[in-house]
T-cell receptor, first 113, second 111 residues
Framework: NAGVTQTPKFQVLKTGQSMTLQCAQD?????MYWYRQDPGMGLRLIYY???????DKGEVPNGYNVSRLNKREFSLRLESAAPSQTSVYFC????????????FGPGTRLTVL | GQSLEQPSEVTAVEGAIVQINCTYQ??????LSWYQQHDGGAPTFLSY????GLEETGRFSSFLSRSDSYGYLLLQELQMKDSASYFC????????????FGTGTQLKVEL
């Protein structure tokens, strides 16, 4: 099992450009999450999907959109990137929302110039 | 709201025991989790305390006291590979089962 995979691993964007971060899990998990991590801070939830077909805002959703394409895949889109969105983005999954263990992908390191 | 406070950095010697504290201010939560993250890596789950008391998993133990709004992660027989950041996290009640993370503690293990 690959667990949670993310693409790309690194990305550099110019202000105003758009891009989509991809995430997939092969553990048959129902719930998936997108976090961002900035230096000296913990992970902050951007959006999550409790189950296929549903998405909800987290703590810091502004400037982002998500799509739960199917049970395996959950993508994060930046429509018009800003320097404040420079961060490391982690995707995670869990069997269900109530499950205590979340499994994280390797992260995408995004720089917006 | 929720606030989880952790020391930013802790240094200890290989073979020693170290305790990483997490104090919180939250109106209510289901339990306290701990995650480990090596530099450049992904967070990985270590432990979960639903009830007050000590949970032991090998060299790692985690403790929760709801009455004191306090928890800690205890690492015994420290090894160099334990050098990493450690995050506590809670799922606030009424928060839709979403995890809120602390700011993390960077543990440095020295020879």
């Amino acid at each position: 099992n690959a667990g949670v995979t993310q693409t790309p691993k690194f990305q550099v964007l110019k202000t105003g450009q758009s891009m989509t971060l991809q995430c997939a899990q092969d553990m048959n998990h129902n719930s998936m999450y997108w976090y961002r991590q900035d230096p000296g801070m913990g992970l902050r939830l951007i959006y999550y999907s409790a189950s296929e077909g549903t998405t909800d805002k987290g703590e810091v959703p502004n400037g982002y959109n998500v799509s739960r394409l199917n049970k395996r895949e959950f993508s994060l889109r930046l429509e018009s990137a800003a320097p404040s969105q420079t961060s490391v983005y982690f995707c995670a999954s869990s069997a269900g929302l109530a499950d205590n263990e979340q499994f994280f992908g390797p992260g995408t390191r995004l720089t917006v110039l | 709201g929720q606030s989880l406070e952790q020391p930013s950095e802790v240094t200890a010697v290989e073979g020693a025991i170290v305790q990483i504290n997490c104090t919180y201010q939250t109106s209510g939560f289901y339990g306290l989790s701990w995650y480990q993250q090596h530099d450049g890596g992904a967070p990985t789950f270590l432990s979960y305390n639903a009830l007050d008391g000590l949970e032991e998993t090998g060299r790692f133990s985690s403790f929760l006291s709801r009455s004191d709004s306090y928890g800690y992660l205890l690492l015994q027989e420290l090894q160099m590979k334990d050098s990493a950041s450690y995050f506590c996290a809670v799922k606030p009640t009424g928060g839709g089962n979403k995890l809120t993370f602390g700011t993390g503690t960077q543990l440095k293990v020295e020879l």
